[in-house]
């Protein structure tokens, strides 16, 4: 029986997929690529989201950095909860300004754009030694309505935009840091 020629590149489409879905994965492997939040048993060291839950998060000043704490509570500690006796500790400095945008004729402005900056360093219980230090910063701009209650509401939500993208940054920096097993920074970073 002959084949179409359609009926046969349809068959040799299906073949290359099926042959790409199935060496797609052992090439990314024998790369190294492996998921952050995995299972590291084999490697016998603890996994990521066990490191990440055995972080103690410091009180951050204000309200702003008790959203940010509570966001970053939220995403460090998913399965057991705050830990009783932490490894490390997390120390965020937080700083924000606003800038207006837009300025009219009569001075005054109908955009605004807030700048929030957290400065952070993992620090070691045991030892004290600072183990991880960077920072991380997001900008949002929001309007400014005549309306002040709109303008108050808009800023807040400006606020929590913000911060939400800061705890998303600072939690996808130390979970790559705990999964690279990255030792103490030299001094000259500190």
Known sequence: ?????????????????????????????????????GDHSLSGKPS??????????????????????????????????????PDYRLNVRLNSYKEDLGIQRDATATRARLHVLADYQLIDNK??????????????????????????????????RALTEVAEEITTRL???FDRGSVVQSAKDQ
């Open 127 to 160: 030892t004290g030694k600072t183990l991880y230090r960077t920072s991380s910063r997001s900008i949002v701009s929001y309007d400014i309505s005549e309306a002040q209650y709109s303008t108050m509401v808009t800023e807040q939500d400006a606020y929590d």
């Open 48 to 85: 990521t989201r066990a490191q990440m839950e055995s972080v103690s998060i410091d009180i951050i000043p204000d309200r702003i950095g008790q959203v940010l704490r509570n966001n970053l509570i939220d995403r460090f500690y998913q399965d057991a909860g705050r830990p009783a006796k």
């Open 1 to 37: 029986m002959l084949l179409s020629d359609g009926v046969l590149k349809t068959a040799v489409r299906k073949a290359v997929l099926g042959a790409m879905l199935v060496a797609g994965p052992l090439a990314l492997s024998a790369c190294g690529f492996h998921t952050v939040y």
């Open 175 to 177: 979970a790559l840091y």
